[in-house]
């Protein structure tokens, strides 16, 4: 973990070594920082997935909420107008798409119209308005179901989700929308469809990336399932094996991620200091 630490201090920018004080110490993160992290937000609420873009994206949304929640901000009006944003965009049967003005730039995990991309984004967006109503309830009328203001939102996510799962425990979907989905319906008590998800994951994990491993942990962690979970015991394994001799762990998307997929490891790897919000 000290070697870590070193990692990123050494080669993150101001917001990562803004994200790893807080982690380590719940350290107050200051407001300028907080404003850089939040740029670029459309007026509706989403973030786009291409900078300046006017139409926001629900995986760029998420992929933004996830670095606001390790800076302690999702109970900013920023992080609150994109989960609103979220909610809003939520289809009847429960699942996400993404704008099909989107479709000449997705990537394969977020390409509108497809099955398994909308499965992926179905449990993102479900497992980030969870997380808001974990830390505050107090964005829409009071509601002491899990997802606060988004309950019903994040209730419907769970069921369109476990809907599709298979027997074996398997889902019809990206590697990442199975720990997504499992800590989804983890919160949501369907503990049962959850733990099916896990035993799969745990038979992967010996071929999983570092940066997989980092953010499956890091994701099921942050719904408090148990550290003494096998799934998180063999991840942390997974990850002290694949360490590097300088403290980080390497990105799939190349060494200019390599600090994020390191600041995964770090919040995988010890309990929060203070919930976010």
């Given at each position: 973990m000290d070697a870590a630490i070193g990692f990123v201090v050494a080669h993150g920018d101001a917001v990562d070594r803004a994200r790893l004080s807080r982690l380590r110490t719940g350290a107050p993160v200051p407001a300028g920082l907080l404003d850089a992290a939040e740029a670029g937000q459309t007026p509706d609420g989403g973030w786009p997935a291409i900078l300046d873009d006017a139409v926001g994206s629900v995986d760029a949304t998420c992929f933004r909420l996830a670095e606001l929640d390790d800076l302690g901000a999702l109970g900013r009006p920023a992080a609150r107008h994109a989960l609103d944003w979220l909610a809003a965009r939520q289809l009847p049967d429960g699942g996400w798409d993404e704008d099909p003005s989107l479709a000449g730039l997705a990537p394969e995990w977020a390409r509108p119209g497809d099955p398994e991309a909308r499965f992926y984004l179905t449990a993102n967006a479900g497992f980030w308005l969870?997380?808001?109503?974990?830390?505050?309830?107090?964005?829409?009328?009071?509601?002491?179901?899990?997802?606060?203001?988004?309950?019903?939102?994040?209730?419907?996510?769970?069921?369109?989700?476990?809907?599709?799962?298979?027997?074996?425990?398997?889902?019809?979907?990206?590697?990442?929308?199975?720990?997504?989905?499992?800590?989804?319906?983890?919160?949501?008590?369907?503990?049962?469809?959850?733990?099916?998800?896990?035993?799969?994951?745990?038979?992967?994990?010996?071929?999983?990336?570092?940066?997989?491993?980092?953010?499956?942990?890091?994701?099921?962690?942050?719904?408090?399932?148990?550290?003494?979970?096998?799934?998180?015991?063999?991840?942390?394994?997974?990850?002290?094996?694949?360490?590097?001799?300088?403290?980080?762990?390497?990105?799939?998307?190349?060494?200019?991620?390599?600090?994020?997929?390191?600041?995964?490891?770090?919040?995988?790897?010890?309990?929060a200091v203070t919930s976010a919000g």
């Open positions: 969870t997380v808001a109503g974990l830390d505050a309830r107090a964005a829409g009328p009071l509601d002491h179901r899990v997802g606060g203001a988004y309950a019903g939102v994040v209730q419907a996510a769970a069921q369109s989700v476990a809907a599709q799962l298979g027997g074996d425990g398997g889902w019809p979907s990206f590697l990442p929308a199975g720990w997504l989905s499992a800590a989804l319906l983890h919160r949501q008590e369907m503990y049962h469809e959850s733990a099916r998800i896990q035993a799969v994951l745990a038979e992967r994990i010996p071929q999983m990336s570092p940066a997989d491993v980092a953010w499956l942990a890091a994701t099921l962690r942050r719904v408090e399932v148990g550290e003494e979970q096998w799934l998180l015991v063999s991840a942390r394994r997974r990850l002290a094996e694949t360490q590097r001799s300088d403290g980080g762990w390497d990105s799939d998307d190349g060494h200019q991620f390599d600090v994020h997929t390191t600041l995964r490891a770090i919040r995988a790897c010890r309990a």
